[in-house]
T-cell receptor, first 114, second 113 residues
Framework: DVKVTQSSRYLVKRTGEKVFLECVQD?????MFWYRQDPGLGLRLIYF???????EKGDIPEGYSVSREKKERFSLILESASTNQTSMYLC?????????????FGDGTRLSIL | GDSVTQMEGPVTLSEEAFLTINCTYT??????LFWYVQYPGEGLQLLLK?????DKGSNKGFEATYRKETTSFHLEKGSVQVSDSAVYFC????????????FGTGTQLKVEL
């Protein structure tokens, strides 16, 4: 089974801090994604990466950056955390295009910014 | 742009009741369609998928048929169980790179004894 592991289930940080959320997948997937999940808004794509050192903005990239130095690891960075970034963050991975491949999700990190 | 519309929840049913969760979409081209399920405290899991018109996806007693003429992909189950209580997300994937998905807002299902 594909395993997508997010480093923390719960995280509490303060306004202005630099916050790192880590995600690791064990299936050699090319694509990795970061979403945030908010009540009534569903999942919104923040950033995705289709290869090492490659990244593309999703629908809501403002206030975030990402890093993908190794194929199995995709990090989400909140440069200066703000209270409106309190949310559930979900990481996912999938194989490359060519035929349909499902996205596999981690269990999420519930981040609170105080 | 692409979008997915789901019925608002929560949906509350008694055990063994029939379930329908409506999903309609707007997309260019011919998207693949999916239902994901999120159990409490967990991430999303793929429940079923359909990749072309008239395809029926099925898994764990759930079914959904890709209806191109009505741009719909409604989720159904004949007899729900308490263990089906979860949030259900409809999603679509359009052609293009990256295997990106567009999700609906999710529908919470509560099944009671």
């Amino acid at each position: 089974d594909v395993k997508v592991t997010q480093s923390s289930r719960y995280l509490v940080k303060r306004t202005g801090e630099k916050v790192f959320l880590e995600c690791v997948q064990d299936m050699d997937h090319e694509n990795m994604f970061w979403y945030r999940q908010d009540p009534g808004l569903g999942l919104r794509l923040i950033y995705f990466s289709y290869d090492v050192k490659m990244k593309e903005k999703g629908d809501i990239p403002e206030g975030y950056s990402v890093s993908r130095e190794k194929k199995e690891r995709f990090s989400l960075i909140l440069e200066s955390a703000s209270t409106n970034q309190t949310s559930m963050y979900l990481c996912a991975s999938s194989n490359q295009d060519g035929s349909f491949q499902p996205q596999h999700f981690g269990d999420g990190t519930r981040l609170s910014i105080l | 742009g692409d979008s997915v519309t789901q019925m608002e929840g929560p949906v509350t049913l008694s055990e063994e009741a029939f379930l329908t969760i409506n999903c309609t979409y707007t997309a260019t081209g011919y998207p693949s369609l999916f239902w994901y399920v999120q159990y409490p405290g967990e991430g999303l899991q793929l429940l079923l998928k359909a990749t072309k018109a008239d395809d029926k996806g099925s898994n764990k007693g759930f079914e959904a048929t890709y209806r191109k003429e009505t741009t719909s992909f409604h989720l159904e189950k004949g007899s729900v169980q308490v263990s089906d209580s979860a949030v259900y997300f409809c999603a679509l994937r359009t052609a293009g790179g990256g295997n990106k998905l567009t999700f609906g807002t999710g529908t919470q299902l509560k099944v009671e004894l």
